[in-house]
């Protein structure tokens, strides 16, 4: 499946974006999608990850109670909501695919095959 991350931007801290991540090519609602970020000169991190029927979910801790992870099978795409910005959730998004049993438990980069390119997040104190 090929992804297209979008929706990132310059936010000041308290505010919100959502991110919007649309598949094509394969059968999107096989796909346990995952989100993931990575800030200057430091190791990708997992932020948040839906199962492909959407009934599960994954947040990382400091994801919880502030991003919103869904997906719209019918529209091939995947989102994330998130609120309450802070300067520390700047970095590059990116989201992630890997086909399997319906999980949201792929918390690990290498767990996935299929990354999207990226959108850059930047929050403002």
């Known amino acids: 499946v090929q992804l297209q991350a979008s929706g990132g931007g310059l936010v000041q801290a308290g505010g919100s974006l959502r991110l919007s991540c649309a598949a094509s090519g394969r059968i999107f609602s096989n796909y346990n999608m995952g989100w993931f970020r990575q800030a200057p000169g430091k190791e990708r991190e997992f932020v948040s990850a839906v199962s492909w029927s959407g009934g599960k979910t994954t947040y990382a801790d400091s994801a919880k109670g502030r991003f919103t992870i869904s997906r719209d099978n019918a529209k091939n795409t995947v989102y994330l909501q998130m609120n309450s910005l802070k300067p520390e959730d700047s970095g590059v998004y990116y989201c992630?695919?890997?086909?399997?049993?319906?999980?949201?438990?792929?918390?690990?980069?290498?767990?996935?095959?299929?990354w999207g390119q990226g959108t850059l997040v930047t929050v403002s104190s």
């Open positions: 992630a695919g890997v086909h399997g049993y319906d999980s949201s438990g792929y918390v690990r980069p290498r767990d996935y095959n299929s």
